[in-house]
């Protein structure tokens, strides 16, 4: 049994009691990297009673500290050899490489290929055979949340997908596993493949990391360019951006519309679809456009083969950014402030 692409979206959630850890207790995890999830996972589901080996390079740095942390490690061959689960937990773009030399040759029927992000399934950069399991336990946090959250015994909520259930078991397994990292105790949400990776890439192209980043470059830009002074225009499109997302964030867009006085409220409510007006939500229907059929995903499969030279130029014109230099220099400001008042704090304490 696949994924079925016609499916709908429509999500269930499951906590602790849907979970049962027989489904993962006799298992032996591979966890392949211990970056940002990689440790964490680890280390909760080596807490949670789970058999775990870590598999790294030699040459890794983060070998000494897996170890100092209680856990086993192996390279990537030998970790997936002896392991039933496979936690796939390298960067994105070095997972295709990964699964060729290391997995892909020490895959037996009937083990599971674990993934925390759909792209590499979803665009068929790797493509399992068609006897082992390939699941999908995302959480939604980076990882020293879902490591801090397990550790104080509370829980991070995540996402399940099951894209290939070879065995029958894929689905139990899998919330076994996000039990065990303690995703359930916060709650699961049930999704696929392709809705984690698509949504994924659109929310980040167009509203997090790209829009936003947008929103306030023409922000301050315009201020700038009628005249206004380049402090003024950082700490109104920039600094603030935190306050507001934070109230959103706490209490959604009506928590942040009471907090705020009545003449931004309308101010806001008139101005904002002015702005981000039809042609912005075209444009974000040809981004999602450019997500679902494959034309964003083919184009930074590519860019990372060229040795990713656009990327790189990109990266550098943002670095260059006027509003860089700026807010570089308020936040230093900032940071002066700070001390001061740490060196208040001191002469406190000793007077
Ligand atoms: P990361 O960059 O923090 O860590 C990657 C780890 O892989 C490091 O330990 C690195 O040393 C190791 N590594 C790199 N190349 C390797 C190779 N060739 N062989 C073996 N090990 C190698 O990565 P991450 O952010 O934890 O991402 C892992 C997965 O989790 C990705 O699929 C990502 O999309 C997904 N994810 C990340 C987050 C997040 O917040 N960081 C959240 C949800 C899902
Ligand atoms: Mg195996």
Redesign the pocket.
Known sequence: MTEDDTQTFDSTVYYDDDADSEHIAQKTVAV???????HAHAQNLADSGVDVVV???ES???WDAAESDGLRVAT?ADAVAEADIVS?????T??P??YEN?IEPNLEAGDTLQ???G?NIHYNQIQPPEDVDVTMV??????HLVRRNYENDEGTPGLLAIYQDATGDAHDEGLAYAAAIGCTRAGVVETSFREETETDLFGEQAVLCGGVTSLVKQGYETLVDAGYSPEMAYFECLNELKLIVDLMYEDGLGGMWDSVSDTAEYGGLTQGDVVVDEHARENMEEVLEKVQDGTFAREWIVENQAGRPNYEQLRTAEKNHEIEAVGEELRGLFAWQEDEEADDEKTEVKA
């Open positions: 392949l990297g211990y970056g940002s999830q990689g598999g790294l390079r890794s740095s983060s990537p796939v937990l390298v960067p994105d070095v997972q490489d990964v290391a993934f925390a992000h792209f995302a959480p939604k946090s980076p990882g």
